[in-house]
Structure formats: structure tokens, C-alpha cells
DNA sequence: CGGACGCATCAAGATCGCGTCAAGACCGAC
DNA sequence: GTCGGTCTTGACGCGATCTTGATGCGTCCG
């Protein structure tokens, strides 16, 4: 996991860029995965876990700053954004989606080179970050998108997943409907009945009696939160 | 997610500069230590643990990039560098010395704070809490929604909760019906019964003999407050 | 002493938010 | 294209919660 032989995913669609990128890093000795949309790339992050994302903005089938901040719900990998946009305001938007780094097309080799030994420094200091929560009989792994109860494995869609994690990383704090809206649907979401459907569906696998949740509670016309206290 | 009240210090000799980021800084909720040479930043580094540096190369007594490795050497907390120098190379060595981030001047103040949030998100030090409030042996957790009373859990609706926050954010002042009303019920509630049926609710939750209560108290005629002194 | 006023309490009806089910839309895999 | 899984959307019942009105009590003041 340290620099050399570090597993990045490059997320570009300009053939020219890619092998630029290609030629700079494995000469480095960095191992390389490339995508060239934001569905292949969540394909590839979930099936490979890679060490540090190379993210451009542009990319043919959604925004960029969208696919940061999924990735950066559920990777613990830092994730350095590329972007030929200049302005104030796409680094500041970027940054605050969860991107680590943001570096403006044209740069420096050696730059890029700097600035991935600083991401990869960082992840190495904080190791915590992603792995394992657990909280009463609940364990979630993140890295490994694994949920059990009790030891059991569940399985989970991606949605449920996501939703689970933001209560898992926040257990015990109250959750308003909002906050999970935009955390799990993205900022345009409105519809609180998504959470309360996809909240069903997460008692139905993990609670024994998903009308008396233990776990996933209900803070009527607030929100939800994951029980974190089990001294009974 | 942001984290206001994080100590910063500057280190810039720069008169201009230094007022520049004063008021960038202090307006948006940060506390500020500023030193203009590196023997005095090492000084107020040590006596007051800052939680993020943000230092100019250009020092008068010492080079910044040693500055910097000596800093990363004992102080964990994140620097970002502020130099114009913009060549390549004085990156690189910046940023390889244990600088976090490296911004060239001129930069715009909101790239600055949003690179500021990442670092601070990284050393990842930031408690979030403190939204405990306890009077007497009342405590309302406004995080989890939780209230207790001698320790005991209390379960309130969300217009009790509310009310009670309110009360509680303002121990020992009193309320006017107009005020509770409009921060409860919203601007337009003109009904004082609301609040009269509201009370006696929490009272019921709350006090032990709800006809004598000890925690809210009646204000004839004005309002309610909360009770704040509990020298028996 | 009696009436007016403000407050507390109770209870009943209306309302709101939640959980659940199910049908259709969408999407990726084959 | 078809198929299976997943997400969106709508409808509905139920219980919790809020609103509203009625009633009684205490205090202040005429």
C-alpha cells in the first residue's frame, strides 16, 4: 500500500490524457486501473478497492463532483481530481464533495507525483477510516460492502447499503430525513419516502422483528438513527 | 461539517497578507494566531497546539521548507503552504518535506478555505459534539434527541422536544407565549393554549409532582422558564 | 364577597407521519 | 430481445400526535 505499487484507478476519457498517465505512473512503479465513465468506475473501485482515485470531471455519463461524493460515502481511498475547469468554484465544489486534491489541467508530472505521495501519506496515517464498524450485533465492513447481524451475513443492494453506512458512521445521532436524502440520493432529492421505503426494507433483513425495530429507529417527524447503546 | 472554532496559525511576514487572512479567517468562525518569523512560530506552535498551519515560504530567518519538516517532525496537526513561488519544483519540495496542500499566490479566499475543510477533515480531530446541555438534573442532547432527568430517559414527541429546547438553550430567561410560540409553532401561531397544553405535557414527563414543578416555572401573566439555579 | 382573568388539566376528534404492500419503470447481464 | 434484480411511485391503514373545546382552580381587584 505504500507508493510504489499503489493501486490507482484512473478515471478519464481522453485517450491522450490516460496515456500520459499510464506512461508517467507504471514508470514509477504504480500499478494502474483505468475507467473511462463513472459506472465503470464504481464497477472497478468496488471489485478492485484501489489505493488512490485520479478523477477527471469531465466525464461522458455524469459529473464528476457527483461519482466524488458517492465514492467518497462508502472508499476511504483518497481521491485527487483532475480538471481542465479552472474556476474558484469547481475546486471549491469538488473539494467539498470529498476530493482530497484538485489540480489544474496543464500540470506537472512531478506535481501530480508530489501531491499522490501526500494523499497516500495521508491514508496511511489513518487507517481507521474505513474498515469495520460495529455497533451491537451490527458489523459493517465498508471496504468489503459486507453487513452481518449476530455473524450472519446479510446481503444488501447498493442503496440499502449506502443508507446503512451513513447511519453506521453516525450511530446514535439523529439523522434527518434531509440529511439522508442528500447523503444517499444526492442534493436534489426531495421525496422523504424514498428513506422511509428503503428503511423498510433494511428492517425486513436486519432486524427479528422489523415492527419492533432494536437497531433502525424511528424519531418520528425528525428522522432516523442506529441504536449504539447496549447495555441491556 | 465544517469546523468552526479550529485554531489557525499564520506564519507570513507579510503586513498585507497577514490582514488579508485575518479577516478571511475570523469572519468565518476561525481562531487566529499569527507569527512572522519561524522562531516565533515554533514558539506559539509549542505553548498553543494549533489545529492547522498555514505557512508562507518567504520567511525572513529560515527557509520555509525546513521550517516545515521540523514542524512535521512533532506537530500533527495539517500544513498548507502559501508561497509565490510557483515553480514546480519548490512544490515538490514543500510538499515532500510534509506540507499537506500548496497553494501559489495569488489564490481566491474561498479555494483557500474549502483546501482549509479538507485538511481539517483529514486530521479528522474534530470532536462535533457539544450539543449537551445539562441544568440541575435535567439533560437534553440535542444531537440524539435525547433528554434524561436524575439519568433517567425521557421520551418526548417532537413538538415537547422542541419546546424544551428552547427552554433549555435558554435556562433561567424567560419566555414570552409570543416568543415559544413563534419558535415552536411558527411565525403565524397566535393560540397561547398551545403552549399552556404543551407544558403540562412535559411537566407530566418531567417533574415529579407536575402540580408543584421545580423545573419549569410559571411566569404569570409573561411566559415560562426554565429553572437554572440549583443551589438546595 | 363576587367576578374577571390567567392557568392547568382532561378528553375527544382531526390530522399527520410512518410502515407496508404492490405495480410499474429502469437497468445491467446474458 | 428477455430476464432478474433494484429503484421509484402510488395507495392505504394505523397509531401517534396535535388541536381544540370544556371545565375547574387560584389570584387579583373592584
Do not use: C
Not at 11 to 27: C, I, N
Not at 52 to 64: K, N, Q
Not at 104 to 122: D, I, Q, S, Y
Amino acid at each position: 500500500m505504500s507508493s510504489p505499487g499503489a493501486l490507482v484507478l484512473v478515471v478519464e476519457d481522453e485517450p491522450q490524457v490516460r496515456r500520459f498517465l499510464r506512461a508517467s505512473l507504471s514508470s514509477r512503479g504504480y500499478r494502474l486501473l483505468e475507467a473511462t465513465t463513472a459506472r465503470e468506475a464504481r464497477q472497478l473501485a468496488t471489485s478492485h478497492n484501489p489505493d488512490l482515485f485520479l478523477l477527471d470531471l469531465g466525464l461522458p455519463d455524469e459529473d464528476g463532483v457527483e461519482l466524488t461524493r458517492d465514492l467518497r460515502g462508502w472508499a476511504s481511498a483518497p481521491i485527487i481530481v483532475l480538471s481542465a475547469r479552472g474556476r474558484e468554484e469547481d475546486k471549491v465544489k469538488a473539494l467539498d464533495a470529498g476530493a482530497d486534491d484538485y489540480l489544474t489541467k496543464p500540470f506537472g508530472v512531478n506535481e501530480l507525483l508530489a501531491r499522490m505521495r501526500v494523499a497516500l501519506r495521508h491514508a496511511r496515517a489513518v487507517p481507521t477510516e474505513g474498515a469495520l464498524i460495529e455497533v451491537g450485533p451490527l458489523r459493517v465492513d465498508s471496504a468489503r460492502r459486507e453487513v452481518t447481524v449476530d455473524g450472519v451475513e446479510v446481503r444488501l443492494t447498493p442503496t440499502e447499503f449506502k443508507l446503512l453506512l451513513l447511519l453506521a458512521r453516525n450511530a446514535g445521532k439523529v439523522l434527518t430525513h434531509g440529511m439522508i436524502l442528500r447523503e444517499v440520493w444526492g442534493p436534489n432529492a426531495t421525496q422523504a419516502h424514498y428513506v422511509r421505503v428503503q428503511m423498510a426494507e433494511l428492517r425486513r433483513k436486519l432486524e427479528q422483528d422489523p415492527a419492533r425495530p432494536r437497531l433502525l429507529l424511528t424519531e418520528v417527524g425528525v428522522g432516523y438513527r442506529l441504536r449504539d447503546r447496549w447495555d441491556d
